[in-house]
């Protein structure tokens, strides 16, 4: 298994960025495919973006491309959000997840991921 701790989260104003990080411990972190999800209360966990195992292919939900870029380095077993141009309907609690499947259109399924951190929170004022 693969333990996952989310960080960088915080209070900021729209328009500005901010990089989520997700640290991974437990086993060789380039045997997972890796996404973020966020979550609002009341509401269900939608899919942000997703990685596949070298790092070579992304996926995106359309509301944050062009503006988030999902990234990892295997080598650190870490995996990255930079999210620019934040707005107010991005405030949520993010969360990292692992798949041990290959990157395909599943990833985008909450279902999907075996493993989860517990959050950090992004929190956009305007």
């Known amino acids: 298994q693969v333990q996952l701790e989310e960080s960088g989260g915080g209070l900021v104003q729209a328009g500005d960025s901010l990089r989520l990080s997700c640290a991974a411990a437990?086993?060789?972190?380039?045997?997972?495919?890796m996404a973020w999800f966020r979550q609002i209360p009341g509401k269900e966990r939608e899919f942000v973006a997703a990685?596949?195992?070298?790092?070579?292919?992304?996926k995106y939900t359309g509301s944050v491309k062009g503006r988030f870029t999902i990234s990892r380095d295997n080598a650190n077993s870490r995996l990255y959000l930079q999210m620019n141009s934040l707005k107010p309907e991005d405030a949520a609690v993010y969360y990292c997840?692992?798949?041990?499947?290959?990157?395909?259109?599943?990833?985008?399924?909450?279902?999907?991921?075996?493993?989860w951190g517990r959050g950090t929170q992004v929190t956009v004022s305007s």
């Open positions: 997840a692992a798949d041990s499947s290959i990157l395909s259109s599943r990833s985008t399924w909450r279902g999907s991921y075996s493993y």
């Open positions: 437990g086993r060789t972190f380039s045997d997972y495919t």
């Open positions: 990685i596949n195992r070298g790092g070579e292919h992304t």
